[in-house]
């Protein structure tokens, strides 16, 4: 089957005789064993729970992976992977990533014995001039959060298991409806499923895909040990977004593109962000490895205040941390999502103050142009209020 078709056509519901077409939701802390002395398939939601054995299953066949696991956010995953790393080794980041994982890995992971690099993942030379022999995990967004930065996977796959590393790569932004990390070497793919997995600013979910069996044994392990496995509710509302995965998708692309030309002509925007919109190099990777470029738009103003007083004008993009919902949204992520950096890190990598993101959704496009060209235009016209005010006032100075 089609990508599309594998979203809706579906074992929803393994062994149950009446076959409902939705998964029922299993809402239960544990389950009655026929014996005292062996357990049935299940016994304790923590450790498996029918609602969530669907969508894990859905999910690795999305990834084209072996297992998949369901947890309760997409920090949780990433701290689960985390956990493949002991103390004394070492963990290579690019440098392009959510802030919640600059967070996890430096004031978390650090502290706790466990090193931790960056490089710049669309350099090649620069992290094979920085990953080590004690690097145990290669870890990279692509499309970069938040400057859509792209990195070359099947490469620096290569790189990574030169040195016996994993590479875990972030697919939140891209979904496996655009992209399939494992299909170019990498042996982990994480995804934040609160954002275009789910699509509808519902549920809070992390999901981890792997093919190795060793991998899914841990990884199973950890979810199980330390408890963050995702409830049977938010299991039945991912599993319910995920259907509409594609015509979603689609649809905010297509709007993406129309607001990136929006923003290319506009002449108070200073540079724009799109996957695959950089350099020739950046392009042909971007292409050999996805199959989009999404709904995620970056630009530059050149001004702080600008930027601020653009997102806190619109109407239609609502301010948010996050991104992926069928809602469009806006944001600053230098005093948002990215807070969280370390400034040293923050000031080598020249992060843009004034960048602002937009997460673009379903809406009509005429009006999510409309929106952002009345914000633009609002602050023109303050602009130009003040700019007479001071004339005026050097007038009435003059005449004095």
């Given at each position: 089957?089609?990508?599309?078709?594998?979203?809706?056509?579906?074992?929803?519901?393994?062994?149950?005789?009446?076959?409902?077409?939705?998964?029922?939701?299993?809402?239960?802390?544990?389950?009655?064993?026929?014996?005292?002395?062996?357990?049935?398939?299940?016994?304790?939601?923590?450790?498996?729970?029918?609602?969530?054995?669907?969508?894990?299953?859905?999910?690795?066949?999305?990834?084209?992976?072996?297992?998949?696991?369901?947890?309760?956010?997409?920090?949780?995953?990433?701290a689960a992977i985390s956990r493949l790393v002991k103390p004394g080794e070492e963990i290579l980041a690019g440098t392009d990533l959510y802030g919640g994982a600059y967070r996890l890995f430096s004031r978390i992971l650090q502290p706790r014995g466990i090193g931790v690099r960056y490089a710049a993942g669309?350099?090649?030379d620069e992290l094979r001039e920085t990953i080590t022999p004690q690097t145990r995990l290669l870890h990279i967004e692509t499309p970069g959060n938040p400057l859509l930065s792209i990195t070359d996977i099947a490469a620096v796959a290569e790189l990574a298991h030169s040195y016996g590393a994993l590479l875990s790569v972030d697919n939140s932004m891209m979904s496996p409806y655009l992209q399939a990390p494992l299909d170019h070497g990498a042996d982990i793919v994480v995804h934040s499923a609160t954002k275009f997995l789910c699509g509808h600013?519902?549920?809070?979910?992390?999901?981890?895909?792997?093919?190795?069996?060793?991998?899914?044994?841990?990884?199973?392990?950890?979810?199980?040990?330390?408890?963050?496995?995702?409830?049977p509710f938010d299991c039945f509302l991912l599993l319910r977004g995920l259907k509409t995965l594609g015509l979603r998708m689609q649809r905010q692309q297509e709007n993406a593109l129309r607001i990136l030309d929006f923003l290319q002509r506009h002449p108070q925007v200073k540079r724009v962000f799109y996957p695959g919109w950089g350099s020739a190099q950046e392009q042909s990777i971007h292409e050999k490895q996805a199959r989009g470029g999404g709904a995620l738009?970056?630009?530059?103003?050149?001004?702080?205040e600008l930027s601020r007083h653009v997102a806190e004008q619109t109407k239609i993009f609502a301010i948010t941390v996050s991104f992926g919902s069928v809602n469009s949204s806006i944001s600053l992520p230098y005093f948002m999502s990215h807070s969280s950096i370390p400034p040293e890190l923050r000031e080598k990598s020249c992060f843009p103050h004034d960048l602002v993101r937009l997460s673009v959704g379903i809406e009509d496009e005429k009006d999510l142009i409309a929106d952002l060209e009345q914000a633009f235009n609002s602050h023109h016209a303050i602009t130009e209020v003040r700019s007479c005010t001071e004339e005026e006032k050097l007038a009435m100075n003059q005449r004095e």
């Open positions: 089957m089609n990508f599309d078709t594998k979203l809706v056509r579906f074992d929803q519901c393994p062994d149950d005789p009446y076959r409902p077409v939705a998964t029922p939701i299993y809402q239960t802390a544990t389950f009655e064993q026929e014996f005292a002395t062996e357990f049935g398939d299940y016994d304790y939601s923590r450790s498996g729970n029918p609602t969530r054995t669907v969508l894990e299953k859905q999910l690795a066949l999305l990834e084209n992976a072996g297992r998949a696991f369901c947890f309760s956010s997409g920090m949780a995953a990433m669309t350099s090649l600013s519902d549920v809070t979910a992390g999901v981890v895909a792997v093919n190795s069996t060793k991998l899914a044994q841990d990884l199973y392990l950890i979810q199980n040990g330390e408890g963050a496995a995702l409830g738009v970056a630009f530059e103003t050149g001004d702080v």
